[in-house]
């Protein structure tokens, strides 16, 4: 199985690039985690937040691979504990579909990939950078998959 990450944006702080790569090594071959970047929708006076937020929409609903389980990170969704995660990745790696993760820009996802996800997932009530979401997502897939293992990462 592997996790796709689609993700709007591209060209992050090397900060972000380097804390997402160190947690996407650490997990096995079996439960692999690709990060997708899509552009930034062109924003300006001519083009409303809608019409950025649907073209990024587009971009990532294009991303999606074959037949894969689709959740979207949205303040909406069900806010899940580590257990929870733990538990779904499991169902996930059983499933022998892949899975998107689908993390929209500065004005959300588009009503389109927000009717395609299976899933809604909340990472918090609070409002992350989006470069940090990446980080957070890759280190919680990460302990997740410790949990399920046994592995002591998960206690520090």
Do not use: F
């Not at 689709?70 to 929870?84: F, H, K, P, R």
């Not at 588009?110 to 950078?129: G, K, V």
Request: proline residues 5%; glycine residues 8%.
């Amino acid at each position: 199985m592997r996790i796709h990450l689609i993700a709007v944006g591209t060209r992050m702080p090397a900060w972000v690039t380097q804390g997402y790569q160190d947690y996407a090594k650490r997990l096995p071959r079996e439960c692999t985690l690709r990060l997708v970047e899509i552009p930034l929708g062109q924003r300006g006076k001519t083009r409303t937040a809608a019409q950025s937020r649907n073209e990024e929409g587009r971009l990532m609903l294009a991303a999606l691979p074959r037949d894969c389980l689709v959740v979207a990170l949205d303040v909406e969704g069900q806010a899940w504990s580590t257990e929870t995660l733990a538990d779904n990745l499991q169902q996930w790696l059983g499933s022998g579909r892949d899975v998107a993760l689908l993390v929209g820009g500065p004005d959300g996802l588009s009503p389109d990939c927000l009717a395609r996800a299976e899933r809604r997932w909340s990472l918090s009530a609070l409002t992350y950078p989006h470069a940090l979401v990446r980080v957070i997502v890759a280190e919680q897939l990460y302990r997740a998959w410790t949990l399920s293992t046994g592995h002591p990462y998960h206690r520090s």
